[in-house]
Structure formats: C-alpha cells, structure tokens
C-alpha cells in the first residue's frame, strides 16, 4: 500500500497493528456518531425513535450523526484521495457502506442494504469522481 489510514477509534488501531500496519488516523474515517444511544443494545432504544433513524436519513434522535452526515462526510474523503496510488484504510461498517454507496451513487435509502461483516475487505478502484465497487466481503489476510 502507497498510503494507510484508519479511524481513531480503538478498534481500528488494533486491526491495524494487527495487520503491522503504521496507519495515520483520519477523523473522516470515524465511525457513524451514535450519540446517546452509544453502548446501548437495540432493545434499550425507543422503537419508534430507531425506525425515524432508519427511514429518514436526516434524522437524528439520539443526538449523534445522522446518516447522510455519514454519507456526505465519507463522500467528501473519497473526493479528497486525487491520485495516490494504493491506499488502504481500517475503519468502520458505516464508513464502508458510506463509501460503497458513493462509488455507485446509489440513494442513502441504500445505507441500511449494505451488510458488511467484521473482519472483511472491500475494494474500490478509481478515484475522485469515477469510483468502482471491485470486491466486497473478502476475507481479511
């Protein structure tokens, strides 16, 4: 890899330690901001307050980030990247569904469509402008 990024949070920078990586923590990479429903399982959360997040993009009850602040946020960093040759990243479930929507261009209705799973790799090619989703869901080596 040409450049390596993560998220700040802890879990990234122990995948890539894991992987021996020396990757630079990029804030635009962080996770979707789950505000106060952060550590709560989906049965502590008001129903009717989890389906007004899952349904209107703009909505964010829980005082955190709502989805199209995901979206745009990572589909301004995958705008920022220009022609850096192999970049890889260790980040989130909604910062790689944010990305993979954005290379499709696909509706933020999508978000909640993509399933990533833990320990996976997906891959874009392109750049700025003209991404492609290669692969999703390759095992992590």
């Not at 879990?11 to 990586?21: E, F, I, K, P, S």
């Not at 990479?29 to 389906?51: I, K, M, P, Y």
Request: with cysteine.
């Amino acid at each position: 890899m040409d450049v390596l990024g993560r998220g700040p949070e802890l879990r990234c920078a122990q995948t890539a330690d894991a992987l021996g990586w020396d990757a630079t923590v990029d804030e635009a990479l962080a996770d979707l901001d789950h505000g106060s429903w952060r550590g709560r399982s989906l049965a502590e959360v008001e129903q009717t307050e989890l389906l007004a997040w899952m349904t209107d993009p703009d909505a964010a009850p829980h005082g955190g980030e709502p989805v199209s602040g995901v979206l745009k946020r990572v589909a301004d960093w995958l705008d920022r990247q220009g022609d850096v040759g192999r970049l890889g990243v260790v980040t989130s479930p909604a910062v790689i569904r944010a990305a993979i929507l954005a290379a499709l261009g696909a509706p933020a209705s999508a978000f909640w469509r993509v399933d990533i799973s833990p320990s996976t790799v997906t891959q874009l090619t392109g750049g700025p402008g003209r991404w492609t989703v290669r692969e999703t869901g390759l095992p992590l080596e």
